[in-house]
């Protein structure tokens, strides 16, 4: 295959895809990761405030179980359909401007929240707060996914993603000083901050190539991309290979070893890689056999200048598979992760008689744990794959959570300890998930496909909580609870089993 100033005879397609796939990890990386993460930090704190101020929300305004439980879930019924909304304009107007426009509802939301006077305002402007933190998770990560070398996609994607829990994990720090010192409306107006990160994020980040590409935009696609690739040769000390060693189509099959296509590596022979969207399957054990009931119908991703996508190929061809396995793994996660998150503080409180500042600090321990697993999974999903990355977390859950429910949960300190645990293995499938259902869908559709998870973990986000809620109001003993959390994180473990691996493959090889 010839190439001429520097674009591959597969076309723009495979020139961006390849001159992307060339670039060593660089301080533009960085600049764009932390940027993005300092977005996506704030959405999980402004994700768990409700949770840090409900013990003084349910003791001010005299909540019933019932009025607790929906003041928790109106933010998760804003962020399913956030979510939703979300990877339709992110596959429409572009993945930077749908990130910004959805911290910008975060953040006057927020300080809506702050002036609630009430219950119901309380609720209503939490589900408008979750609408903008549903838009911004997902396309986000799908973002991060698109600039990503497929030999590290793993680790860079998670690196990143360890800053949600970090989100998290300051929500609760910030919480146990601020709530009872400064009260909970300080927490919503610190939520607001994000605001300032609205403007200056289309002016910092550049768009995806890869989506301008499907979007037509092709001659701005490549001055983008020049513009990053001057950045990152700046401060490079070796120049990266040229495009078109990357941009052959792939002989043999690539099985996700690490080892051939799909790497990342520099040799020739490593780097020869299909770089293009076309209607043939994976001949690989990723995916089924070509001609079978999985098997795709047309798909050509960026086959066309202005190629768009439609929410229906998510559930046609090889990627019915796809989206109803993830599907899963997303609801299952997220069903077990707030079933225990959202109550924590109450169950210290209510159940256990702690006070408010040791209840804050046990769930402070719980989430630090789960950034520990973050870190984990980023370190070892490039080598031991998505699949079993994420079917040894959801067993840790089970079990973690099994035995709790066999010790009694008889203790503050025995729940703080066992729901600490799950939260380590918990919060690696959650951070998994981010990178894994991008990985799984075509530029045209990524956004839509991201965001179709995350409208199931949202769905778990608002089940998990309501089922904990009900077991409780109607008198129900905590060992139900965390015997029911852990068959469902036994059910997520089973369904891990039928993901298909995607380690060391490009995003277009996965989709070619």
Same mark, same amino acid.
């Given at each position: ?325 993830? *599907?899963?793994?997303? &609801?299952?996660? #997220?069903?077990? @992760?707030? =079933?225990?998150?959202?109550?924590? !503080?109450? %169950? +210290? ?70 729901? *600490?645990?799950?939260? &380590?293995?918990? #919060?690696?499938? @959650?951070? =998994?998930?981010?990178?894994?259902? !991008?990985? %799984? +869908? ?71």
């Amino acid at each position: 295959m010839t190439t001429v100033a520097g674009r591959s005879a597969a076309g723009p397609a495979g020139s961006i895809a390849a001159r992307l796939e060339r670039l060593p990890h660089s301080r533009w990386h960085v600049k764009v990761r932390f940027l993005i993460g300092t977005v996506t930090f704030f959405e999980a704190f402004d994700q768990l405030m409700a949770a840090s101020a409900l013990p003084v929300l349910t003791h001010d305004w005299h909540l019933t179980t019932g009025q607790a439980t929906f003041a928790v879930t109106a933010g998760s019924i804003g962020m399913l359909l956030g979510a939703l909304a979300a990877g339709g304009l992110g596959d429409r107007i572009g993945r930077v401007r749908t990130v910004a426009l959805g911290v910008a509802v975060t953040a006057l939301a927020s300080l809506a929240v702050a002036l609630s006077n009430g219950i119901e305002p309380f609720v209503l402007f939490r589900f408008v707060q979750g609408l903008g933190i549903g838009g911004v998770v997902p396309v986000a990560a799908t973002y991060i996914n698109e600039i990503a070398r497929a030999d590290r996609r793993g680790r860079f994607v998670l690196l990143y993603e360890m800053i949600f829990p970090a989100g998290l994990a300051a929500a609760s720090l910030v919480a146990v000083w601020v709530v009872p010192h400064l009260g909970w409306r300080a927490m919503f107006v610190i939520g607001a901050l994000p605001a300032l990160f609205a403007a200056l994020l289309p002016r910092q980040v550049a768009e995806s190539p890869r989506w301008l590409l499907t979007r037509g935009r092709t001659e701005e696609a490549e001055r983008i991309l020049a513009s990053i690739e001057a950045e990152v040769a700046r401060a490079a000390t070796t120049p990266p290979p040229p495009p078109s060693r990357l941009s052959e189509p792939a002989t043999g099959s690539d099985t996700g070893t690490g080892t051939g296509t799909g790497t990342g590596s520099t040799s020739p022979d490593a780097d020869s890689r299909p770089v293009e969207d076309s209607d043939s399957d994976l001949a690989s054990d990723s995916d089924p056999d070509p001609g079978s009931d999985l098997a795709p119908g047309p798909d050509a991703h960026t086959a066309g200048a202005g190629a768009q996508g439609r929410l229906r190929e998510l559930f046609t061809g090889r990627y019915l598979r796809r989206t109803v396995v993830v *599907s899963g793994l997303w &609801f299952v996660a #997220y069903y077990v @992760n707030h =079933g225990i998150a959202t109550w924590l !503080p109450s %169950l +210290y409180t209510k159940n256990f008689g702690l006070d408010l500042t040791t209840a804050l600090v046990y769930t402070l321990f719980s989430n630090v744990t789960g950034l520990f697993g973050t870190l984990l999974v980023a370190l070892v999903v490039d080598r031991v794959g998505r699949r079993l990355a994420m079917v040894a977390a959801f067993t840790g859950t089970a079990l973690a959570l099994g035995t709790l429910a066999l010790a009694g949960a008889v203790s503050g300190e025995q729940v703080a300890l066992f729901a *600490s645990c799950s939260t &380590f293995f918990v #919060y690696a499938i @959650n951070a =998994g998930l981010y990178l894994y259902t !991008p990985e %799984l +869908y075509p530029t045209r559709n990524r956004a839509k496909g991201a965001a179709f998870g995350g409208l199931w973990n949202r769905a778990g986000v608002i089940l998990g909580p309501i089922v904990v809620g009900t077991i409780l109001g109607a008198g129900g003993s905590l060992i139900l609870v965390f015997a029911q959390l852990a068959g469902i994180a036994a059910v997520g473990a089973v369904i891990g089993l039928f993901a298909i691996e995607t380690k060391g493959k490009t995003l277009e090889e996965l989709n070619a």
